[in-house]
């Protein structure tokens, strides 16, 4: 079985400052997806970043990228000049790219929790 | 274009008493998850459907809950007799079928049991 894991219970950066927020997983698959969400007080999911397990370049959304290292089965996400919106929990998250046997639900790591300091 | 919707956002139930929490999807998707969040934790899988099928349901656990897609109306996660521990959040997510089928999440419903 897959296993998500985060390091980083809780991160504190400056506001306009930038922070890596750390993941790694386990898995013996070769083809499969990695996801960034993000949990506001509000408690809403929403999806920052996709990382296909295939594409060599790592992916970048406005501010958000990540560094993804395949062999290292490590999958940061980098803030840059963050915001005082940014403020959440952050959950990496798996998925196979193969359907079937529990494979379709996302396995996530129990998250970051990060502060933004004025 | 609507997201996922999910009603209520927050329930109250008596032990034993039964939860039902609704799921639509966003507009073209026809795939739907349910996951739990326990305080402090992250997110567990717990089934997945199609319409009219339940094609993954190995994070579900054996006795009082179930789910449902009909063909037509919400998806609907049920929780009969209730116990304390079924206090929780529950997030519904939904994804095309197609691609990547990254799935996008509802708000969510607090389930607190007394």
């Known amino acids: 079985a897959q296993t998500v894991t985060q390091s980083q219970p809780e991160m504190s950066v400056q506001e306009a400052e930038t922070v890596t927020l750390s993941c790694t997983y386990d898995t013996s698959e070769s083809d499969y997806y990695l996801f960034w969400y993000k949990q506001p007080p509000s408690r809403q999911m929403i999806l920052v970043i996709r990382q296909e397990a295939y594409k060599q370049q790592n992916a970048t959304e406005n501010r958000f990228s990540v560094n993804f290292q395949k062999a290292a089965k490590s999958f940061s996400l980098k803030i840059s000049d963050s915001q005082l919106g940014d403020a959440a929990m952050y959950f990496c998250a798996y998925r196979t790219m193969y359907s079937g046997g529990g494979a379709d639900g996302l396995t996530f790591g129990k998250g970051t929790h990060l502060i933004i300091q004025p | 274009n609507a997201g996922v919707m999910q009603n209520p956002r927050h329930l109250v139930r008596r032990r034993g008493q039964e939860a039902r929490l609704r799921c639509s999807p966003m507009?073209?998707?026809?795939?739907v998850y349910w996951y739990r969040q326990l305080p402090e934790e992250g997110l567990k899988f717990m089934v997945y459907?199609?319409?009219?099928?339940?094609?993954?349901e190995s994070g579900m656990p054996k006795e009082r809950f179930s789910a449902e897609f009909p063909k037509e109306g919400p998806s609907i996660l049920r929780i009969q007799q209730v116990v304390r521990g079924d206090s929780a959040a529950y997030f519904c997510?939904?994804?095309?079928?197609?691609?990547?089928?990254?799935?996008?999440f509802g708000p969510g419903t607090r389930l607190l049991v007394l």
């Open positions: 507009k073209g998707h026809s795939h």
């Open positions: 459907l199609q319409k009219e099928n339940i094609i993954d």
């Open positions: 997510a939904s994804s095309p079928s197609e691609g990547v089928r990254t799935q996008y």
